[in-house]
Every structure is written in C-alpha cells, then in structure tokens.
C-alpha cells in the first residue's frame, strides 16, 4: 500500500494470501507481519491468533493499522508459513509535519 500520509496516523496495510494452483483465498497455517520503521529498525513483529493487531477481514485477507508516528518511508512484510506459505512486502511514506501558516 504505497503512499503518503500525515505524521500521527494510523496507515492500514493489507494482503492477501492464495493457493498457488487455483489462486483461491486460503487462509495460511501461520500469518506474521513485521514492520520497519524510518530508522529501518524493525518495530513490530506481529502474529495472527497472538497479537491483535493482525485482523482477519474475510478467507485469506488480512489487515493491520499502523502508527505512523515518524516520517520518512516505512517498510512492512506479510509473510505465512506452513499451509498457505507466501510473503509480500511493501512501504508507504510519513510526511514531516508542517507548521500552520
């Protein structure tokens, strides 16, 4: 999900996760997604099922907000393993603030 957006908000990154052969939905045995900050350290490393943060939008699409609280280009990576194994990678852009005119 590439873009840009204001310092503070909250960015949704999304995926999709499909059968290789039918390219139907399919819902992987384990679903992660970590998450790079501006600094390229690496602020979160989330699990489905675990941490809340992941959200399971209908068969194989998942979705989590994240706080973009510092500008520069953030990175982020879905990935499942098992069943269902794929990654996907992906950034956006946090715009610095500027002051009122």
Do not use: C
Not at 17 to 31: G, I, Q
Not at 61 to 71: I, L, M, R, T
């Amino acid at each position: 999900m590439a873009g840009s957006y204001r310092i503070g908000q909250l960015v949704e990154v999304g995926t999709e996760f499909r059968d290789p052969n039918t390219k139907a939905l399919v819902d992987p045995s384990v679903v992660r997604l970590r998450v790079l900050n501006p600094a390229k350290v690496i602020v979160h490393v989330w699990l489905f099922g675990t941490d809340p943060e992941i959200v399971k939008d209908a068969v194989g699409k998942y979705h989590a907000n994240v706080d973009g609280n510092a500008s520069g280009t953030w990175y982020y990576y879905w990935y499942s393993t098992a069943t269902g194994q794929a990654a996907e990678e992906g950034k956006f852009t946090i715009l610095a603030a500027k002051a009122a005119p």
